[in-house]
């Protein structure tokens, strides 16, 4: 196959984009389902189809694709230290809003001049730890520790690339290792796997996208191989409903298996697919979905300020929420709030530092260079 490079842009990637936004959607649906009573059937077979607890490890793959692919695919010269100052105005800001917002909102009723110095100034409830992404199990707001894996990685990902572009056969190596260590080391190494493999998929696009990938047995058994992925990916779900037996507890246990690393390979599956595949690319690029995309990064982090509103306070809602009815009136609120949130924080937080990383970027002289 010819060496041929492609030209990067957001359109040329956008449907990937719009499969974030969904990601997303399955988040706030998953959280709100089963806030409330994670026990029914109902809320056990919602989750298999919002699984928005394994989205995390779709986020962590897709990063690893999206992060690598212009270094790997297109070419580009890699300068890690304006790579770093890309990714921390890109994550930062709009988190540092979120978690103060959360905090403020929990604190609500008691801002006393003394309370807001123990948190702010005198720092007594590890608020700047959690601000700053240092805490892998936040205080406030819990989906925190996705971000502090986030930014971890991208400070990583630059020699993940380094590998790369020297062997690609090294990045199999990398994954092995990194399985290895998450096997015994857990929580943080667990998801460099799903990085490196979404580095992995840099690695292989020209392949995906090259009419000789249908003559693939990966091809020849693709329902079989979308349809175990599928399974994979709920499999946390699954195990709710039809609980699987103490002795691959054991197993899973003793080698060090977690549900995510399913869920990962999963992710893996799925984003190939979309790559290859025109007809999905093709239904990504409706504009509403793109729209989702291109705010998705705020639905995920504004919505955990309203579901937890809603149920600390459900009970003085008007209209009950056992109803099916109510239930699904507040949750068309709770999602429509979470996308007015999430727009504004995109066109005010997030655009804004992103194009002041950008500036600041444009007057940094070059450092070490890949």
Known sequence: MPDKRIE???????????ARGIAAIMVIVYHFINWHD???????????????????????????FVLSYKYIVSGQPLDIKKFYVNRLFRLWPAFFITIVLNVLNVNIGNFSPHNLADIF????????EEAFLLRSRPNVYIPGWTLVLELSMSFFLPFIIVLAKKDKRLVYWLLFAFIIIGNTMRDLYMFHVHFTLGVLISCLFYKINDPSF???NWYRYRFLILSMSFLLFSVRHIDRIFPFNSSYT????????DFFHFSGIASFVFIVA???????????????????????????????LLVVDIFKYYNYIPFSIDNKLGFTAIFLIYTA????????????????FIRIGKRIKGRMKPSFRI
């Not at 709030?337 to 804004?352: D, G, K």
């Open 38 to 64: 994670n026990t029914t059937i109902r809320a056990k077979l919602g989750s298999v189809i919002f699984n928005g607890s394994d989205a995390v490890s779709f986020f962590f793959v897709l990063s690893g």
């Open 274 to 304: 979309i790559i290859h595949f025109k007809k999905i690319k093709k239904i990504l690029t409706n504009k509403f979905l793109l729209f989702l995309g291109k705010i998705s990064y705020g639905i995920y982090l504004m919505h955990w």
């Open 121 to 128: 100034i005198l720092n007594k409830t590890k608020f700047w």
């Open 214 to 216: 249908k003559e693939t």
């Open 337 to 352: 709030a979470t996308i007015l949130l999430a727009v504004l924080l995109h066109y005010f937080i997030e655009m804004p």
């Open 250 to 257: 054991y197993f899973a246990q003793y080698l060090g298996i």
């Open 8 to 18: 990067t842009s957001d359109e040329h990637l956008n449907y990937l984009d719009s």
